[in-house]
């Protein structure tokens, strides 16, 4: 079996990014190759391949398939798999891709017991949809065991966070309020930490596995967005009344947006980034949740109420490094040595998923082997100040008005990259 993979280069300077990208390489029974979509597709031919994958990091929602690249998948006739995340943004542009294009497979990270709430079965009667996590536990970092023991750690709460736009809703805030209370609890109690949450100080790649190996313990929330965008009239909303008034809170802004309303909580899930802290021995302080229902209070985490209410016990379990190294042993002998939430098994789940689908469509994999211009492994982009930059300018661009200058986007990205 011959799979392909259409994916963002310029996406992968994250970790979490390009291990998901990568084990497939790794672990997939299938000859597996990889396209970074250009400009150009006249060359490209879909038809050597038994399933083409689109990957997350090639965003629907954001316009980054493009016309050409749309008109092709159209045309091919094998398996075509979709893995999709951030589905809060732009539904319904997610769903007409899904009809359009007969994706026949879809890796949803919508929790199982709403799949139906979010892709109605009677609409997508030809679709199969599997629920899966945003990320796994990679063979490099579950091998480090380059930790050290907790009482050893110079820094008790390290964290490095993001204050999302408020149309992602009270999800979207948790990552800024928990980083803004723990620094100042932190700095009130002189608890030695390194919490920050604007973009300049984010850290990437080794660094940040350095940065997380210094630390007692990390923050963390539940990942993603209960407010679903179909149509992105809710940003659209938020944008103007932040047009209006720059200095507008979230409280307020929430109060003429969604009104008195609790959000119902669908997409609260775990993040891939707490797999990787369990996996350097670093402790978890989080507010509380169902985190999938993997990680359990106390026994993997410290949990903090939302309200703070607990926040002494919080810090008396915290400077306790015999608690803490007991607490960080169980997550790592539970999450990390039991291989249930590695990506080795993840690819096998999904090997298993492909094959099946592919059963029933025309074998190609006897076709000649597929062009240059495919790739065995995935390329990565690493992150420069120069990129960074450039990144954050991108982020201003509001999303309808993307399309036009990604061409111009790319060609920048391509000679950033042979600068590096």
Same mark, same amino acid.
């Given at each position: 079996?011959?799979?392909?993979?259409?994916?963002?280069?310029?996406?992968?300077?994250?970790?979490?990014?390009?291990?998901?990208?990568?084990?497939?390489?790794?672990?997939?029974?299938?000859?597996?190759?990889?396209?970074?979509?250009?400009?150009?597709?006249?060359?490209?031919?879909?038809?050597?391949?038994?399933?083409?994958?689109?990957?997350?990091?090639? @965003?629907?929602?954001?316009?980054?398939?493009?016309? !050409?690249?749309?008109? %092709?998948?159209?045309? #091919?006739? /094998?398996?075509? &798999?979709?893995?999709?995340?951030?589905?809060?943004?732009?539904?319904?542009?997610?769903?007409?891709?899904?009809?359009?294009?007969?994706?026949?497979?879809?890796?949803?990270?919508?929790?199982?017991?709403?799949?139906?709430?979010?892709?109605?079965?009677?609409?997508?009667?030809?679709?199969?949809?599997?629920?899966?996590?945003?990320?796994?536990?990679?063979?490099?970092?579950?091998?480090?065991?380059?930790?050290?023991?907790?009482?050893?750690?110079?820094?008790?709460?390290?964290?490095?966070?993001?204050?999302?736009?408020?149309?992602?809703?009270?999800?979207?805030?948790?990552?800024?309020?928990?980083?803004?209370?723990?620094?100042?609890?932190? @700095?009130?109690?002189?608890?030695?930490?390194?919490? !920050?949450?604007?973009? %300049?100080?984010?850290? #990437?790649? /080794?660094?940040? &596995?350095?940065?997380?190996?210094?630390?007692?313990?990390?923050?963390?929330?539940?990942?993603?967005?209960?407010?679903?965008?179909?149509?992105?009239?809710?940003?659209?909303?938020?944008?103007?009344?932040?047009?209006?008034?720059?200095?507008?809170?979230?409280?307020?802004?929430?109060?003429?947006?969604f009104g008195g309303e609790n959000e119902?909580?669908?997409?609260?899930?775990?993040?891939?980034?707490?797999?990787?802290?369990?996996?350097?021995?670093?402790?978890?302080?989080?507010?509380?949740?169902?985190?999938?229902?993997?990680?359990?209070?106390?026994?993997?985490?410290?949990?903090?109420?939302?309200?703070?209410?607990?926040?002494?016990?919080?810090?008396?379990?915290?400077?306790?490094?015999?608690?803490?190294?007991?607490?960080?042993?169980?997550? #790592?002998?539970?999450?990390?040595?039991?291989?249930?939430?590695?990506?080795?098994?993840?690819?096998?789940?999904?090997?298993?998923?492909?094959?099946?689908?592919?059963?029933?469509?025309?074998?190609?994999?006897?076709?000649?082997?597929?062009?240059?211009?495919?790739?065995?492994?995935?390329?990565?982009?690493?992150?420069t100040r120069l990129r960074s930059g450039?990144?954050?300018?991108?982020?201003?661009?509001?999303?309808?008005?993307?399309?036009?200058?990604?061409?111009?986007?790319?060609?920048?990205?391509?000679?950033?990259?042979?600068?590096?």
């Open positions: 079996m011959r799979i392909l993979i259409l994916y963002d280069k310029y996406s992968t300077f994250t970790n979490t990014v390009f291990d998901h990208l990568d084990s497939f390489s790794e672990y997939s029974s299938a000859e597996v190759f990889y396209y970074q979509p250009g400009d150009d597709l006249s060359t490209v031919s879909l038809e050597y391949f038994d399933a083409v994958v689109i990957h997350y990091s090639l @965003r629907i929602p954001l316009g980054q398939l493009t016309a !050409e690249l749309y008109h %092709k998948l159209n045309l #091919y006739a /094998g398996l075509k &798999v979709l893995f999709v995340q951030d589905e809060y943004d732009y539904t319904d542009t997610v769903r007409k891709a899904i009809h359009d294009l007969e994706i026949g497979l879809v890796f949803t990270c919508v929790p199982e017991k709403y799949i139906d709430t979010v892709y109605p079965s009677k609409e997508f009667t030809s679709t199969c949809f599997v629920n899966n996590l945003t990320g796994y536990i990679p063979a490099s970092l579950a091998n480090e065991k380059r930790y050290s023991a907790i009482r050893d750690r110079p820094i008790f709460v390290g964290y490095r966070g993001r204050s999302l736009p408020f149309w992602y809703g009270d999800l979207g805030q948790e990552k800024f309020l928990i980083a803004q209370f723990m620094k100042g609890e932190c @700095r009130r109690r002189a608890i030695a930490s390194d919490i !920050e949450w604007e973009d %300049k100080n984010r850290i #990437y790649g /080794g660094k940040w &596995v350095d940065f997380l190996s210094s630390c007692k313990a990390t923050l963390g929330t539940e990942s993603g967005s209960n407010v679903f965008d179909d149509s992105g009239k809710i940003r659209e909303k938020v944008n103007e009344i932040l047009r209006r008034n720059s200095k507008a809170n979230y409280a307020y802004v929430r109060k003429l947006v119902v909580l669908i997409m609260n899930q775990i993040s891939p980034r707490f797999f990787e802290s369990i996996a350097l021995k670093t402790g978890l302080i989080l507010y509380e949740g169902e985190y999938s229902g993997i990680l359990e209070p106390y026994k993997h985490f410290i949990p903090l109420r939302k309200d703070h209410e607990n926040i002494d016990e919080v810090f008396q379990l915290l400077i306790d490094d015999t608690y803490m190294q007991a607490m960080v042993d169980r997550a #790592y002998e539970d999450i990390i040595e039991s291989d249930k939430y590695s990506y080795s098994s993840f690819i096998k789940m999904v090997d298993s998923y492909i094959s099946n689908a592919v059963g029933s469509c025309v074998q190609k994999s006897s076709i000649l082997p597929p062009p240059p211009c495919f790739t065995v492994r995935p390329q990565r982009v690493r992150i450039l990144t954050r300018v991108w982020s201003y661009i509001p999303y309808p008005l993307r399309n036009s200058f990604r061409p111009l986007a790319r060609r920048v990205a391509e000679l950033v990259s042979r600068s590096d």
